[in-house]
């Protein structure tokens, strides 16, 4: 039974993350509704990451280590793979640009276009929302979440200018540190609706029984 309920949780979530990441593609196309489409797909992606976050019992240097190596292996392989090595052999460019696009993969978020952002600002969101959990109860992290957010909607409105291929150097943020201010909040329901939903099944049994 038990793991009948594991094996349809990770079919439904990887169901809907297919969906996401459809939209995800859709969105990079010249779809009218792209806009739209990024409004709701990002969000969800931290969203379904909080829902399945499990803690419990493990040590900062353990849990961010295992996150760590999890996340960013295939991120730098990818990168290897499909940035690095057509940047050498096939547009055989100066090792001073290689350098350049090197450092600025590292840095990422805005810095370096493209996909790329993501991995990064996962990693980063998971750190600030491990540190929160450890320090602070739900109350307090939720009134420290909401300041974050509405500081987060206005530098996205007010700083951050609508084409970020133009954004000045200053405002490249290491890892998209700007949009963990969003992302934060984001995990936090998830994992909020997760426990609800917990509730609400114990409920059921117990009603049931």
């Known amino acids: ?5 594991i094996n349809q949780r990770e079919e439904w ?27 709701f797909s990002m969000p ?3 969203m379904i990451y909080g829902y399945f976050w499990k803690d ?25 793979v499909l940035d690095l090595i057509p940047m050498i052999f096939l547009e055989k460019i100066s090792l001073e640009i ?4 090197c450092f600025a993969f590292v840095w990422s978020g805005k810095l370096y276009q493209g996909v790329y952002w993501f991995i990064p600002t996962l990693f980063l969101s998971v750190c600030i929302f491990y540190f929160l ?7 307090k992290r939720i009134i420290i979440m ?20 133009n954004i000045p150097l200053y405002l490249c943020l290491p890892w998209n540190a700007d949009v963990c201010l969003l992302t934060v909040g984001y995990i936090e329901f998830g994992l909020f609706v997760h426990e609800v939903k917990g509730k ?10």
């Not at 959990?133 to 109350?139: A, S």
């Not at 909401?146 to 609508?162: A, T």
């Not at 114990?202 to 009603?207: D, G, I, R, S």
């Open 1 to 5: 039974m038990c793991s009948e309920q």
């Open 13 to 39: 979530a990887d169901i809907f993350k297919g969906i996401l990441i459809f939209c995800v593609v859709l969105g990079h196309s010249n779809y009218i509704y792209s806009d739209i489409l990024y409004w």
């Open 44 to 46: 969800l992606f931290f």
């Open 56 to 80: 419990k019992g493990k040590s900062a240097l353990i849990f961010l280590s295992k996150k760590a190596k999890h996340f960013f292996i295939p991120f730098v392989f990818y990168f290897v």
């Open 98 to 101: 290689v350098l350049k696009r």
């Open 133 to 139: 959990r450890r320090c602070f109860d739900r109350r």
């Open 146 to 165: 909401c300041c974050m957010y509405v500081l987060g909607i206005i530098i996205s409105i007010k700083v951050v200018p609508e084409c970020v291929t």
């Open 200 to 209: 609400i099944n114990l409920n059921v049994k117990a009603a049931l029984s």
